[in-house]
């Protein structure tokens, strides 16, 4: 059937007078067309169906183009397959009727051919039609039969009939049966019956073969026999006879099942089934119905089930013996079981003391046990032991009963339970043994105090650490049990820089966590000691002690102390440079100290600021001030250095001052220092009065002798006292400095011409005169007017009374 379809225009007026046009066009080439073919099962494969090009009409040629192909409807097999080449329908898998339809009349496979382009259908039928390829078979290739020499003539006995595959004509049509005296064959509606035509008579004929055939309609015919097997029986005229009256046997309990008991006998003096004798049990007991089974054919009687000479030591039975029409006869059975060693002895506890406590005494007894076995006489005699590594024995007692004794000191910190092993054995052969598994706990007492798991503790902190944060954890362990072995922690009393410890840490009692109650300084507190106690529960309870150790690390929290030149505020510091200094002269020198430790106090200097760059520099580590190059006419008189000294902590800190240098070779150059000598004098005539009115005449005395011991040395051996550099006072210093490794700058020995204000006067610094080259004349002293000072030396200018040159000295060695 083929199907067109398109769609009509449709046209839309709107006020526009716009029209649309739409067309949409769908072509659908579908043709159904029915072939029929009849193709004889198991054909060949690659065997022409048909031609189905030529029968549908259409063009082999374009079977390809258009990808024929063949489906198939329920099944994965492809019984035929389509040759796009000519357009013939060939078998491609042999087709068999029956196992394809079975016994239905009509067989039918559904085969599809599908073309595309455009898409057609064609359905294909191929009828498979039977062929004769299957034979008459009976299911049974002998058939037994017993018939009895008294049956009447006319007996109709049924036999089963044969089975063909095949349908129609193939099948099934007729049976015949070999020719003989006594039986003829009679079919009806596939109904096979054999049909005694004369009777039989045992005496003459005990058995008969009869060959049955069957045959089919087939060409070529197919045929399938069966052989008819006919037993004559006898008539019963004589019952079974036993050979004795009564059987006996002994039989050793837990034999095997199917062990031989004893075998009985019967016999019939009849013949065939009349003389065929079968052996029965006659009535037994439920408890003993499974116990044995007898052969019905041989009378050999077996052992089926469980022996046991201590459930029963002997059996009783009736045995029956029957013939094949029911005549029966019957014999007394007894069997004897003798006792073998299999029931090993079972020890039952009878009290136990659980738990006991570990102080127990030797002796005590903690236990009772009872032994039996189920097995008589020497089978049933037992002997009860004990392993050999436990503080346990066992004592005989009465009858089967043994007491479970301590035999030595029990610990339960070293053995807190016990598996006791108690074995027993008999006397049997093999003899057979036990064993139990007594489980004892020992309770403890409080005999053991708390152990710190470390002899002493160490605990490290960085200062300005916050109060209550973690400084170590010690721990100690009791091996008692539970409340025995319960551990609390507290701080023994004790004082830490005159205040009580408590007020430094703190311990958690459960845990032993120890915390810092304040914030630690480095500066003030490097190190202190605490004692811990470890106290159980017990009682009495018990206790150790431990001491920590905590080591307070430095932080980089104190920024470099300048000590020369003074900070500004205090004493106006001013150096002399002369014009004739040449590059690399040593200037002057800054001197500074960090109250840290470590890497925290080294230092570093950097000149951040000059009134001329390129004139000055400063030793990173050392902190003298050197020139660059040599001084020059045009370079400016009054130098301002800003010098910054910087740490090594991490972050860094860092402190600034101002280096005042004057580039001048005489003194009465500087006006600012010309009228300043006198008034210097009687400033320090006025000191001198004051000193001598308010000291006692005994130190006085004391005070000039030290002066002039002093100026006499100097004069005699200057290197000797001064080459050894002078310590700074401990006023510059920083509360509890210390300098680390040489970390600071005061290490040579320099000296330099200083010149201060009056307000100096109370300063501590002491300034010394180097023995260095490059560095300044020590006899050059400042002599000009205030008024050439100007800018940053406009305060120095004023206050200037200057007399004298003083030698100061310093030194960097602390």
Known sequence: MRFFGMMGDKGFSTFCSVLYFASFFVMLHLVNGDLSYSVPEEMKRDSVIGNVAKDLGLDHRRFSPRQARVDFEGTRKRYCDINVNTGDLIASERMDRESLC??????????????????????????????????????????????????????????????????????????????????????????????????????????????????????????????????????????????????????????????????????????????????????????????????????????????????????????????????????????????????????????????????????????????????????????????????FKLVPSIKNYYSLVSTGQLDRELVSDYNITITATDEGSPPLSSSKSVQLSVADINDNPPVFEEQSYSAYVSENNKPGSTLCSVSARDPDWRQNGTVIYSLLAGEVGGAPVSSYVSVNGDTGVIHAVRSFDYEQLRSFKVHVMARDNGSPPLSSNVSVSVLISDVNDNSPQILYPAPEGNSFMTELVPKAAHGGSLVSKVIAVDADSGQNAWLSYQIVKSTDPGLFTIGVHSGEIRTQRDISESDSMKQNLIVSVKDNGQPSLSATCSMYLLISDNLAEVPELKDISYDEKNSKLTSYLIIALVSVSTFFLTFIIIILGVRFCRRRKPRLLFDGAVAIPSAYLPPNYADVDGTGTLRSTYNYDAYLTTGSRTSDFKFVSSYNDNTLPADQTLRKSPTDFADPFEDLGASLEVRHSFHLYHSTDY
Do not use: W
């Open 102 to 391: 079975g016994k239905k009349p009509s067989c039918v496979v559904k085969v599809d051919l599908v073309l595309e382009n455009p898409l057609e259908l064609h359905r294909v039928s191929l009828h498979v039609q039977d062929i004769n390829d299957n034979s008459p078979q009976f299911r049974e290739n002998l058939i037994d039969m017993e018939i009895s020499e008294l049956a009447e003539k006319g007996s109709r006995f049924p036999i089963e009939e044969a089975h063909d595959a095949d349908i129609g004509q193939n099948a099934v049509q007729r049976y015949s049966l070999q020719k003989n005296d006594h039986f003829i064959l009679s079919v009806d509606s596939n109904k096979v019956d054999l049909v005694l035509e004369n009777k039989l008579d045992r005496e003459k004929q005990k058995e008969l073969n009869l060959l049955l055939t069957a045959l089919d309609g087939g060409s070529p015919q197919r045929s399938g026999t069966v052989v008819i097997h006919v037993t004559v029986l006898d008539a019963n005229d004589n019952a079974p006879v036993f050979s004795q009256a009564v059987y006996k046997a002994s039989l050793p309990e837990n034999s095997p099942p199917e062990s031989t008991v004893i075998t009985v006998s019967a016999t019939d003096a009849d013949e065939g089934v009349n003389g065929d004798v079968t052996y029965h049990f006659g009535h037994v007991s439920d408890d003993d119905v499974n116990v044995f089974s007898i052969d019905p054919k041989t009378g050999e009687i077996r052992v089926s089930g469980v022996i046991d000479f201590e459930e029963s030591s002997s059996f009783e039975m009736r045995v029956q013996a029957k013939d094949g029409l029911g005549l029966t006869s019957y014999a007394k059975v007894i069997i004897d079981i003798t006792d073998v060693n299999d029931n090993a002895p079972e020890i039952y506890l009878k009290s136990l003391s659980n738990p006991i406590p570990e102080n127990v005494s030797p002796g005590t007894e903690v236990g009772i046990i009872n032994v039996q076995d189920r097995d008589s006489e020497s089978n049933g005699r037992v002997r009860c032991s004990i392993q050999q590594n436990v503080p």
